[in-house]
Structure formats: structure tokens, C-alpha cells
């Protein structure tokens, strides 16, 4: 199939910029079964969900010449969840129907919204937005909906997730009732299905995601490294692809930015993208990047959709997704288009068996590797440069010149020994890793101490899950009962009958006299016992476990053989005994102290 039977503006403005042949996606909406219907489209990044939505609203938007006509009140609107993807959808808009005589205007948050709602009062035959900017628009009056013919919502099940529920309503129910609704969404689970029938008509369901999730372009990797190492292995993922364009993912905005002044500091042209950057910060980084002023981006999960970078060849997920739909849309930022593209998940030795369930889940294949040392990547640099520097170039007389001083001063062997160092020297230096060994694997996975506490001595006090322990008033229990501070409390470890705790063996025994002294001193936390341990938490969970086992197969010995009743006795039918009523925790929302109980002794008159 082709393009050869679109309007003529539209098909012109595609040749301009290379489509020869429609993406599946938009290969099923432009089939004559699609025409003027509603549409719920399942389709997965970066397959081209942007022009095809542009092309199957062409109907709505063009009159018989192929040409928009002038009009102040919006045809279409498009919604999308984030304004990154709203600034992109707005652009490639923007190209297609712009030899049409189309007009965009775009309204997303971070921006002034006097001009958003001056281009709104000039005319636009599309309107290209976020949930709540649109809304406020709408609210103002300073967008009318009136005059629609189609809305698209865009990433639909971001949205939801996003909480724009609301917001997605409110602007549906101010549409006409005729209009074409067209739904995009990579997945469509429950809740889509539940808008879909509510305001949608006949839609036509599109799918063109397989069988397997995982995206085809996609080479992806699963590096294990130790936690200590994992600065150290971006370094070398980065130094070893040499990637055009290279985005990294963190969980959070603080893990961003110090990742960010990390590569800065070693040598990297590095840009970051997070929800504490404004608008104007977000365009001028990714403007560097499709200048190439900048080759990495350091992101949260706001990248994760609506970036479209053609450059963009390798993604490495510092920091491991929280589900296998994160993975797929930080991933889906290469790999775009029919290009090739590799992802790279860097995964601490513990954490892998939580990876490889999530790798199960997407059904995505990866192969697992050891992070790239620092021979590995020399090798690689050295025929990187060989087959930089016998590029043919095309010299002056000026460099010609030049050349012929050098030889004159030089040998042509230190000539070109100073050109590879001057080529070396502008990369940064790859990392010296730790050897990824069993052994190391192993220490790495035991649990890691804090400064002066390699040496400790268990203690246990008699309140653990079911009587409500919580360290938020346990620490400041040991405090007092001790004579300790906090930072000699180490870890602590709640369990369903008992709490143990560490504290340095130089101070153990000066806290066992403390704790013994202060036992009666409290009317309140007296009943609380504190104690030296016998052993560490996992031997007391252990005897826990085996004791429950013991109970459980005492109670299923006694189910199968009942004990016989007395003679003469009449057994009588079981009572439950009433369930306790009032809330676990105090009315006034704090935690309960059930290990305050009433001395018992003789009574007083």
C-alpha cells in the first residue's frame, strides 16, 4: 500500500519528508472500513500513531479541493498527556497540514497562556493540548468546542494513569454529540474499553501490536553489576556504544541530578530532563540534543513518552522500571521508525531475579551480558578512530600548507601518534570495574553494614507486628530505656511476635545495664522486655517457621482424629468468639500502645 490516494497537499507534505509507504497503523486507518468511523487503536511506540491520526482526520478537516477552509472555531482536537508529547503531536501537525493551510495551536502547561488564548481567538483548524490547560481554556471561554469534527486522544492509558479522568471528560461532554472520536492507546485495558463505550459509536477496534510486546527494532541487554559499580558501568555502556543520541533513565529527580553532574564531570555532553526543569529548560535540552549540541539526556520516567529524537539509538535504564509497561515505553524511545536501537537495562546482582520477571512478563528476550571493561572499549575506540580518520576529506591549499611544516618538523609516524592522542583525549576515560565473579556476586548480595557497626550484638524486646510495633516510636523507646542516641541503633527488624535490633558491641554492655535499670521505672513501657538475643533475626525466624509448622500439623493431626468426649457428655455446638470492635489505632490516628498493660497484684482497698 501507498500514500497515492491521499489529497494531494497531504501526499506532497509526506514525499517532503521521506514516507514512501504507510506504517501499519496508518495502513488500518486509512482503509475504506475506517472512513468516518469512531476508532480505538491499539498501537505501540513509536509506530507512527501521530501522522496516522493527522490522515484519518482528513475527511473532517479538507473540502473538496484538498484545502482547509478558514474558520475561527477549532475542527479537531488533539489531547495528549504530557506536554512534550503535545509540542511533538503539535509539530508533525503542523508539517502535514501546513500546505493545506491548516493552523495549529497549542496549549499545554508551563507556557503563557495569553498567547495560547490570542491564537485561539485568531482561528485554529486544530487545537493541540494537555487535559488541564485545555480545561481551563474551556472554563475561560477562551476555547469553543462547538464547531468540532473529531478529537483524538492520544496515549490514553497514560492519561488515565496520570488521574486526567476528569479532565478528559469535562472537554468530551463540551463536544458535539456527532463528532468522530478516535482513541490511541498502546494498551487498552478495562478502563479504556469503559470510555470507549461511553463515548464512543460503532468504533472500529485496530490492532496492530503482536504477539510479542517487546518492540522488533529493539536489541535489548541486561547488564549485572554490582550496586557499588553502577556509575562506573554507564560510563563504560556509554563509552563502548558511542551512541549518536543516548538517553538514561533514573527513578527519580535527585538520582537525575546527580547522575547529570557525574557524566558532566568526567567529559560527556550531557543534557537532564525532569519535572523540576520548566518549559523553556525541557525545549532548549531537547533542542541540543537534535543539534548535537548534546548527546546524552539524563531522565525521569516524564521522558518515557512523547520524546522523538531520530537520532536516538541507545537507552540504558540506570535504575530498574517499576513495571514491565515503564520498560516498554522507556525503551520505545529508539528503535523508532524502522531503525535499529538497543536498550540496556543496568541490574544489581540482588535485583535480578525481579528483572527476569519482568523481562517474562513484557516477553521480551534479553540477553544477559557483563558490563564492558576498559580493554574492551580501547579495542573498540581504536577501530572506531581507524576508520574515522581514513575517511576521505577534501583539504585546502591553507591545510595542505600546514601539513608540510609538520612533515618538515615531525616524522609522518609522530604526526599521526599526536592525531590519535588528540582524538583519545577528547573521550572521556572508561571506568576500571570490579571483576563480576561469583564471589563478588556473593558479597555483594549480603546485607552491607554502616560505618561502626561490623561488630554488633543482636537484642530482642517482646512486641513485634501484632501488637503494632512500628520504629517510630521504638527508636525513641530504645533511646530512653538505653541511654543510647539514634545513630547507635542499627538495624532493626519487626517480626510477628518480636522486635530485634543491633547495637555496637563496644556499647552492648553498658545498654543491657541501662535497659535492666529503666525496666520499672515506667509505668507505661515497664511491660516491654528488652534482652540480649540468642542469635540473629533469620535464626529466630527460622525457629518461628518451624514452630507454625509444628502447630499446623498438630491442629490437622487433631481435625482427622478428634478426641472422644467424656461419658455423659453432650457436646455442645460452636460459639466464635466476638470480634473485638473499634479501630486498631487510637481514634486520634497515632498507633495504639497495646504493650501497656495493668500490673497485676494484690488489689489496694
Same mark, same amino acid.
Given at each position: 500500500?501507498?500514500?497515492?490516494?491521499?489529497?494531494?497537499?497531504?501526499?506532497?507534505?509526506?514525499?517532503?519528508?521521506?514516507?514512501?509507504?504507510?506504517?501499519?497503523?496508518?495502513?488500518?486507518?486509512?482503509?475504506?472500513?475506517?472512513?468516518?468511523?469512531?476508532?480505538?487503536?491499539?498501537?505501540?511506540?513509536?509506530?507512527?500513531?501521530?501522522?496516522?491520526?493527522?490522515?484519518?482526520?482528513?475527511?473532517?478537516?479538507?473540502?473538496?479541493?484538498?484545502?482547509?477552509?478558514?474558520?475561527?472555531?477549532?475542527?479537531?482536537?488533539?489531547?495528549?498527556?504530557?506536554?512534550?508529547?503535545?509540542?511533538?503531536?503539535?509539530?508533525?501537525?503542523?508539517?502535514?497540514?501546513?500546505?493545506?493551510?491548516?493552523?495549529?495551536?497549542?496549549?499545554?502547561?508551563?507556557?503563557?497562556?495569553?498567547?495560547?488564548?490570542?491564537?485561539?481567538?485568531?482561528?485554529?483548524?486544530?487545537?493541540?493540548?494537555?487535559?488541564?490547560?485545555?480545561?481551563?481554556?474551556?472554563?475561560?471561554?477562551?476555547?469553543?468546542?462547538?464547531?468540532?469534527?473529531?478529537?483524538?486522544?492520544?496515549?490514553?492509558?497514560?492519561?488515565?494513569?496520570?488521574?486526567?479522568?476528569?479532565?478528559?471528560?469535562?472537554?468530551?461532554?463540551?463536544?458535539?454529540?456527532?463528532?468522530?472520536?478516535?482513541?490511541?492507546?498502546?494498551?487498552?485495558?478495562?478502563?479504556?474499553?469503559?470510555?470507549?463505550?461511553?463515548?464512543?459509536?460503532?468504533?472500529?477496534?485496530?490492532?496492530?501490536?503482536?504477539?510479542?510486546?517487546?518492540?522488533?527494532?529493539?536489541?535489548?541487554?541486561?547488564?549485572?553489576?554490582?550496586?557499588?559499580?553502577?556509575?562506573?558501568?554507564?560510563?563504560?555502556?556509554?563509552?563502548?556504544?558511542?551512541?549518536?543520541?543516548?538517553?538514561?533513565?533514573?527513578?527519580?529527580?535527585?538520582?537525575?541530578?546527580?547522575?547529570?553532574?557525574?557524566?558532566?564531570?568526567?567529559?560527556?555532553?550531557?543534557?537532564?530532563?525532569?519535572?523540576?526543569?520548566?518549559?523553556?529548560?525541557?525545549?532548549?535540552?531537547?533542542?541540543?540534543?537534535?543539534?548535537?549540541?548534546?548527546?546524552?539526556?539524563?531522565?525521569?520516567?516524564?521522558?518515557?513518552?512523547?520524546?522523538?529524537?531520530?537520532?536516538?539509538?541507545?537507552?540504558?535504564?540506570?535504575?530498574?522500571?517499576?513495571?514491565?509497561?515503564?520498560?516498554?515505553?522507556?525503551?520505545?524511545?529508539?528503535?523508532?521508525?524502522?531503525?535499529?536501537?538497543?536498550?540496556?537495562?543496568?541490574?544489581?546482582?540482588?535485583?535480578?531475579?525481579?528483572?527476569?520477571?519482568?523481562?517474562?512478563?513484557?516477553?521480551?528476550?534479553?540477553?544477559?551480558?557483563?558490563?564492558?571493561?576498559?580493554?574492551?572499549?580501547?579495542?573498540?575506540?581504536?577501530?572506531?578512530?581507524?576508520?574515522?580518520?581514513?575517511? &576521505?576529506?577534501?583539504?585546502?591549499?591553507?591545510? /595542505?600548507?600546514? #601539513?608540510? @611544516?609538520?612533515? +618538515?618538523? =615531525?616524522? !609522518?609516524?609522530?604526526?599521526?601518534?599526536?592525531?590519535?592522542?588528540?582524538?583519545?583525549?577528547?573521550?572521556?576515560?572508561?571506568?576500571?570495574?570490579?571483576?563480576?565473579?561469583?564471589?563478588?556476586?556473593?558479597?555483594?548480595?549480603?546485607?552491607?553494614?554502616?560505618?561502626?557497626?561490623?561488630?554488633?550484638?543482636?537484642?530482642?524486646?517482646?512486641?513485634?507486628?501484632?501488637?503494632?510495633?512500628?520504629?517510630?516510636?521504638?527508636?525513641?523507646?530504645?533511646?530512653?530505656?538505653?541511654?543510647?542516641?539514634?545513630?547507635?541503633?542499627?538495624?532493626?527488624?519487626?517480626?510477628?511476635?518480636?522486635?530485634?535490633?543491633?547495637?555496637?558491641?563496644?556499647?552492648?554492655?553498658?545498654?543491657?545495664?541501662?535497659?535492666?535499670?529503666?525496666?520499672?521505672?515506667?509505668?507505661?513501657?515497664?511491660?516491654?522486655?528488652?534482652?540480649?538475643?540468642?542469635?540473629? &533475626?533469620?535464626?529466630?525466624?527460622?525457629?518461628? /517457621?518451624?514452630? #507454625?509448622? @509444628?502447630?499446623? +500439623?498438630? =491442629?490437622? !493431626?487433631?481435625?482427622?482424629?478428634?478426641?472422644?468426649?467424656?461419658?455423659?457428655?453432650?457436646?455442645?455446638?460452636?460459639?466464635?468468639?466476638?470480634?473485638?470492635?473499634?479501630?486498631?489505632?487510637?481514634?486520634?490516628?497515632?498507633?495504639?500502645?497495646?504493650?501497656?498493660?495493668?500490673?497485676?497484684?494484690?488489689?489496694?482497698?
Amino acid at each position: 500500500m501507498t500514500f497515492a490516494n491521499l489529497p494531494s497537499f497531504l501526499g506532497s507534505a509526506l514525499a517532503e519528508r521521506g514516507y514512501v509507504a504507510p506504517t501499519p497503523v496508518q495502513a488500518a486507518v486509512l482503509e475504506p472500513e475506517a472512513e468516518g468511523r469512531d476508532l480505538l487503536v491499539s498501537a505501540q511506540t513509536g509506530s507512527g500513531k501521530t501522522v496516522a491520526f493527522g490522515l484519518a482526520m482528513a475527511g473532517q478537516l479538507l473540502d473538496g479541493e484538498g484545502r482547509v477552509p478558514y474558520g475561527i472555531l477549532p475542527r479537531a482536537l488533539v489531547i495528549a498527556p504530557t506536554r512534550e508529547l503535545a509540542l511533538q503531536v503539535s509539530r508533525e501537525l503542523a508539517w502535514l497540514y501546513g500546505k493545506a493551510g491548516g493552523r495549529i495551536a497549542t496549549c499545554v502547561g508551563g507556557m503563557n497562556p495569553s498567547v495560547e488564548r490570542r491564537a485561539l481567538q485568531q482561528g485554529a483548524t486544530i487545537v493541540v493540548g494537555t487535559p488541564g490547560r485545555l480545561r481551563d481554556h474551556l472554563e475561560r471561554g477562551a476555547l469553543d468546542l462547538s464547531g468540532l469534527a473529531a478529537v483524538v486522544i492520544d496515549e490514553a492509558d497514560e492519561m488515565l494513569d496520570m488521574g486526567f479522568r476528569e479532565e478528559l471528560e469535562e472537554l468530551l461532554d463540551a463536544a458535539p454529540a456527532e463528532r468522530r472520536t478516535l482513541l490511541f492507546s498502546a494498551t487498552i485495558p478495562r478502563a479504556i474499553e469503559a470510555m470507549a463505550r461511553r463515548y464512543q459509536r460503532d468504533a472500529l477496534r485496530i490492532s496492530t501490536i503482536g504477539e510479542t510486546r517487546g518492540h522488533g527494532d529493539i536489541d535489548y541487554q541486561a547488564v549485572t553489576v554490582s550496586p557499588s559499580e553502577i556509575e562506573n558501568a554507564v560510563v563504560n555502556l556509554l563509552r563502548y556504544h558511542e551512541a549518536e543520541t543516548a538517553m538514561l533513565f533514573c527513578a527519580t529527580r535527585d538520582n537525575v541530578r546527580h547522575l547529570h553532574a557525574t557524566l558532566q564531570e568526567r567529559g560527556f555532553a550531557v543534557v537532564a530532563l525532569s519535572g523540576e526543569h520548566s518549559q523553556q529548560e525541557r525545549n532548549q535540552a531537547l533542542q541540543a540534543l537534535r543539534d548535537r549540541r548534546a548527546r546524552v539526556c539524563v531522565a525521569t520516567d516524564v521522558a518515557a513518552r512523547g520524546i522523538d529524537l531520530p537520532t536516538l539509538s541507545l537507552v540504558i535504564h540506570v535504575e530498574i522500571p517499576r513495571d514491565a509497561e515503564v520498560l516498554q515505553h522507556r525503551s520505545g524511545r529508539t528503535g523508532r521508525a524502522g531503525k535499529k536501537g538497543t536498550a540496556v537495562l543496568v541490574v544489581p546482582f540482588p535485583r535480578r531475579r525481579r528483572v527476569e520477571g519482568m523481562l517474562r512478563q513484557a516477553q521480551i528476550s534479553a540477553e544477559w551480558i557483563d558490563p564492558p571493561g576498559r580493554d574492551t572499549i580501547r579495542a573498540r575506540d581504536q577501530e572506531r578512530l581507524l576508520t574515522r580518520l581514513l575517511e &576521505p576529506v577534501e583539504c585546502d591549499e591553507t591545510d /595542505r600548507e600546514l #601539513a608540510e @611544516r609538520l612533515l +618538515a618538523e =615531525r616524522s !609522518a609516524q609522530d604526526i599521526a601518534a599526536m592525531l590519535v592522542r588528540a582524538h583519545r583525549a577528547s573521550m572521556p576515560e572508561p571506568e576500571e570495574l570490579i571483576e563480576n565473579s561469583p564471589e563478588v556476586r556473593r558479597a555483594a548480595q549480603q546485607e552491607r553494614h554502616r560505618p561502626g557497626f561490623e561488630d554488633t550484638v543482636w537484642f530482642r524486646m517482646n512486641v513485634g507486628r501484632r501488637q503494632n510495633a512500628d520504629p517510630r516510636w521504638i527508636l525513641p523507646l530504645l533511646c530512653r530505656r538505653g541511654h543510647v542516641t539514634r545513630g547507635e541503633i542499627g538495624a532493626i527488624r519487626i517480626m510477628p511476635g518480636e522486635t530485634q535490633f543491633q547495637v555496637p558491641r563496644a556499647i552492648a554492655a553498658r545498654f543491657a545495664d541501662a535497659v535492666a535499670r529503666t525496666a520499672a521505672a515506667s509505668d507505661d513501657e515497664g511491660a516491654i522486655i528488652i534482652e540480649a538475643a540468642e542469635g540473629t &533475626p533469620r535464626d529466630a525466624a527460622r525457629v518461628n /517457621r518451624q514452630q #507454625a509448622g @509444628r502447630q499446623q +500439623a498438630g =491442629r490437622q !493431626a487433631n481435625a482427622a482424629n478428634p478426641p472422644a468426649p467424656p461419658s455423659g457428655h453432650q457436646a455442645q455446638p460452636h460459639r466464635p468468639k466476638p470480634h473485638r470492635k473499634g479501630p486498631v489505632n487510637g481514634g486520634d490516628g497515632r498507633p495504639s500502645k497495646p504493650w501497656k498493660k495493668r500490673a497485676k497484684g494484690p488489689s489496694q482497698g
